[in-house]
């Protein structure tokens, strides 16, 4: 579909001016780094049930509650600080996923620098698939995203299934999931 300035682009990516600049700067680009797979991983649980629309409305009261998702100062992370995030209006309140991203970070503080980064990135399909015509033709679950979900678990991180881990491969550009009409497809 065409959006405001003539480009085609996927459908999703159209419905409002966050999804067009997440879609066209963010989505599928490559993402490296402890922290900022933390973070998106983070991210990615947090949406769980809920609409991609309102994590990204709320990033930056995520950021700010989670000393922009550092493993290090979040692993240090105590009773009073859950409590503090019950309280936040900035991010989404959910117990149970605040207690996986404070566990998680918990565990992750012990690993290696870029251990993280090497975990998720070997479960990247060695061959890119074919480009999705339709969105009907964009998987939610994949045998990576799977496997890629039992480490993570296997690890000790919570909060994490084959379609979120999923949604982290296409956020991170493990995977290339733009439609093959999209203008950001194969960015120059």
Known sequence: MAGPDGLLRCPWGLSTPDY???????????????????????????????????????????????SDFSIAAVAGFGDADAERLL??????????????????????????????????WSHAPEEPGPAPRTVTE??????????????????GIRF???????????ACGLVNDHLAACALRDPA
């Open 87 to 120: 309280a936040d209006e900035g991010i989404i309140r959910n117990r149970a996923k605040i207690e996986a991203t404070l566990a998680n970070a918990k565990v992750l503080a012990g690993w290696e620098s870029g251990e993280l980064d090497a975990l998720i």
């Open 138 to 155: 964009v998987p939610a679950v994949t045998p990576e995203s799977t496997a890629l979900a039992r480490a993570l678990k296997k690890a």
């Open 160 to 170: 994490v299934g084959p379609t979120t881990a999923y949604a982290l491969m296409q």
């Open 20 to 66: 067009i600049a997440y879609h066209d700067s963010e989505w599928g680009r490559p993402v490296h780094g402890d922290d900022a797979l933390y973070e998106r991983l983070c991210l990615e649980a947090f949406q769980s049930g809920l609409s991609w629309l309102t994590i990204l409305r709320r990033r930056e009261g995520f950021r700010k509650a989670f």
